[in-house]
């Protein structure tokens, strides 16, 4: 039986810790000194194999899913709080990386705000910080769907309500909801990579245009309706910048012009830029289609707190 928890929650957390120490660099630095294996020190600073942000609230939302039993979005900024004032969720307890947005809702949670009012919800609020980090709701929500046979409307409003804890705009909202849908099709359906991401594609484009107040942001994503096409892309024409439509269209040109784990790894960090979190939801992917024993074994190994993860995703 495969451990969808694992697979993923791994898959993301070593994209992540193998895109730190080159995080801002350019593509063209990443040209001349091309990451090939799990690098330390570097841009921040920090021994091999750790992780940053992204794994931080990705792992503060596990916990409390497994704790609550479910989505506790106040539990969850709660955490998150933990994380930012206090270093927990992190390798050696401290914070070395967050984003803007992601900074001024915890604060605006830290003074006493209502989570409804936390999120930003304007368009230059749309960063990829609620995206890098909704994983775990995404696997909560395709398993209780097959428990409970919960409707899409109701796993799309969860996913909405987990973005704009910290990114309420519709285009943040649309990318984790994105997500879902490969996830799910990544888990459930048949044949090779690309063919389940664009079946994901296809699901999550059906369900969106039933909404006519949908089409406005969707259409920002339109390149990756095709992904024969999309395949075709110039590496020059793929952002890795910190745009969520950048980081998600990013995530997926590098899964469908690769054959495994690691070289779908290896393409995501040397795009440059956002590496880390480029790297984390590729990895998130990649890890569920190609399963835990799939990622490189020296690259597991040097994950920060491994026993301490593993204590979580086995809540």
């Not at 957390?13 to 570097?42: H, S, W």
């Not at 909202?173 to 994105?178: D, E, L, V, W, Y």
């Not at 990649?286 to 491994?306: F, N, V």
Request: glycine fraction near 10%; charge should be negative.
């Amino acid at each position: 039986m495969k451990d969808i928890w694992r697979d993923g929650i791994y898959g993301l957390i070593v994209g992540d810790a193998l895109g730190v120490p080159v995080e801002f660099t350019t593509r063209q630095e990443r040209k001349m000194d091309p990451v090939t294996d799990m690098r330390e020190y570097g841009t921040h600073n920090q021994p091999k194999g750790t992780w940053s942000d992204d794994s931080s609230m990705v792992l503060a939302t596990l916990d409390s899913i497994k704790e609550k039993g479910g989505l506790d979005y106040a539990d969850m900024m709660r955490r998150f709080n933990e994380w930012w004032t206090h270093g927990e969720y992190t390798p050696f307890g401290n914070v070395f990386d967050i984003g803007i947005a992601t900074q001024k809702a915890i604060a605006k949670f830290g003074t006493g705000a209502d989570i409804s009012e936390c999120g930003s919800s304007s368009e230059w609020d749309n960063g990829n910080g609620s995206l890098m980090r909704i994983l775990p709701v995404c696997l909560y929500l395709y398993e209780r769907q097959k428990k409970i046979c919960t409707s899409e409307d109701e796993s799309i409003y969860a996913l909405h309500m987990t973005s704009a804890l910290t990114h309420g705009h519709l285009r943040s909202q649309i990318a984790c909801g994105i997500y879902y849908f490969l996830v799910k099709a990544i888990l459930d359906c048949d044949g090779t990579l690309i063919n389940r991401l664009q079946t994901g594609v296809n699901n999550a484009f059906k369900y969106y245009r039933h909404d006519s107040r949908n089409n406005g942001e969707l259409i920002r994503y339109e390149r990756i309706s095709d992904l024969d096409k999309f395949r075709l892309c110039d590496e020059a024409e793929i952002k890795s910048s910190g745009y969520v439509v950048a980081t998600l269209e990013a995530a997926i040109w590098c899964l469908i012009n690769s054959d495994n784990y690691e070289q779908a790894l290896l393409k995501a960090v040397n795009l440059g830029d956002d590496t880390d979190t480029v790297g984390a939801v590729t990895g998130g992917l990649a890890g569920l289609y190609y399963g835990y024993d799939m990622i490189p074994e020296e690259w597991i190994g040097c994950i920060q707190r491994k026993d301490w993860i593993d204590s979580i995703i086995s809540k």
